[in-house]
């Protein structure tokens, strides 16, 4: 029988619900100096946890997974940032309310069965890159429950990706219309034109369809910096740039040999009890 198991990009569904929870008393006269009340705080965390464990029952529900797991990034800046210190510069951290919130919300996930899985040194995204491709070299089926594009070139037969806020695939298809180039050309097309959602460079002068034209001309980054018939202008921006691509190509690929303390059977889903056992919730830590 073949395994389908549905993997969640745990922070990405969290903090998105938790913005939606807490959008409605920002907006209202209820924020106090730049910040919730107390009180006012604990109701949006509390919805905040409810709406967690009711997204994930209804996607456990609709993709019919055999396995589950949620997955964690590290509470430490993981090695792209050793790599590479402005990595995701700017971006707006986590709430301190809702990061002391988080085991809570993994109890929750743990009455559906679901438990999580945290590393002390990878971004969610190796871990669950990892687990895909392991699954999808035995032939199981993997479904990653995300909105973060950076999956998109794990794609495969056996590898979809699916965004639950808006109940849809992130395909082939969504891919060429975005990016115009094959799931297996993003990593080289982001080489070329930086990723700007996590503060990556990319080569200057050189833009998504400059970038996605020479793909789909010559198939591959590798092909182009190659071929001596590229245009002058466009060669020296690549010869310029070399430095550069090497570290933005290490910054986006996600790695997929992280060394897995659990087997398959650990995380297999099991028929939820009408009133569940409450039990705290001891994530895996790798």
């Given at each position: 029988?073949?395994?389908?198991?549905?993997?969640?990009?745990?922070?990405?569904?969290?903090?998105?619900?938790?913005?939606?929870?807490?959008?409605?008393?920002?907006?209202?006269?209820?924020?106090?100096?730049?910040?919730?009340?107390?009180?006012?705080?604990?109701?949006?965390?509390?919805?905040?946890q409810q709406a967690c464990a009711k997204a994930l029952g209804n996607i456990l529900k609709h993709l019919q997974a055999s396995h589950a797991?949620?997955?964690?990034?590290?509470?430490?800046?993981?090695?792209?940032?050793?790599?590479?210190?402005?990595?995701?510069?700017?971006?707006?951290?986590?709430?301190?309310?809702?990061?002391?919130?988080?085991?809570?919300?993994?109890?929750?996930?743990?009455?559906?069965?679901?438990?999580?899985?945290?590393?002390?040194?990878?971004?969610?995204?190796?871990?669950?890159?990892?687990?895909?491709?392991?699954?999808?070299?035995?032939?199981?089926?993997?479904?990653?429950?995300?909105?973060?594009?950076?999956?998109?070139?794990?794609?495969?037969?056996n590898i979809q990706v699916y965004d639950h806020f808006n109940r849809r695939y992130l395909?082939?298809?969504?891919?060429?219309?975005?990016?115009?180039?094959?799931?297996?050309?993003?990593?080289?097309?982001?080489?070329?034109?930086?990723?700007?959602?996590?503060?990556?460079?990319?080569?200057?002068?050189?833009?998504?369809?400059?970038?996605?034209?020479?793909?789909?001309?010559?198939?591959?980054?590798?092909?182009?910096?190659?071929?001596?018939?590229?245009?002058?202008?466009?060669?020296?921006?690549?010869?310029?740039?070399?430095?550069?691509?090497?570290?933005?190509?290490?910054?986006?690929?996600?790695?997929?040999?992280?060394?897995?303390?659990?087997?398959?059977?650990?995380?297999?889903?099991?028929?939820?009890?009408?009133?569940?056992?409450?039990?705290?919730?001891?994530?895996?830590?790798?």
């Amino acid at each position: 029988m073949v395994a389908h198991l549905v993997l969640i990009d745990a922070l990405n569904l969290i903090r998105r619900i938790y913005a939606v929870q807490e959008r409605p008393f920002i907006q209202s006269k209820v924020q106090l100096e730049g910040e919730l009340a107390k009180k006012t705080q604990q109701q949006v965390l509390f919805n905040t946890q409810q709406a967690c464990a009711k997204a994930l029952g209804n996607i456990l529900k609709h993709l019919q997974a055999s396995h589950a797991l949620a997955v964690f990034d590290s509470q430490q800046p993981c090695w792209r940032y050793q790599l590479y210190p402005d990595y995701k510069k700017g971006r707006k951290k986590m709430s301190p309310h809702l990061s002391k919130t988080l085991p809570d919300i993994q109890d929750a996930f743990l009455q559906l069965g679901v438990d999580s899985l945290v590393s002390e040194e990878d971004e969610a995204d190796d871990l669950i890159a990892t687990l895909a491709t392991k699954m999808a070299l035995h032939g199981q089926n993997v479904t990653i429950i995300s909105t973060d594009k950076g999956f998109l070139s794990l794609l495969s037969p056996n590898i979809q990706v699916y965004d639950h806020f808006n109940r849809r695939y992130l395909d082939k298809k969504y891919v060429n219309d975005k990016f115009d180039v094959k799931p297996t050309q993003l990593i080289d097309l982001w080489t070329l034109t930086g990723d700007s959602t996590n503060k990556i460079p990319g080569v200057a002068g050189i833009g998504q369809i400059t970038a996605a034209s020479l793909l789909n001309e010559h198939g591959s980054l590798s092909a182009i910096l190659k071929n001596d018939n590229i245009k002058t202008a466009i060669k020296e921006k690549l010869n310029n740039g070399e430095e550069q691509m090497t570290l933005s190509r290490k910054l986006l690929s996600l790695k997929q040999d992280i060394p897995l303390g659990f087997n398959l059977k650990d995380i297999r889903l099991e028929p939820i009890p009408e009133q569940p056992k409450v039990t705290q919730n001891h994530p895996l830590v790798l």
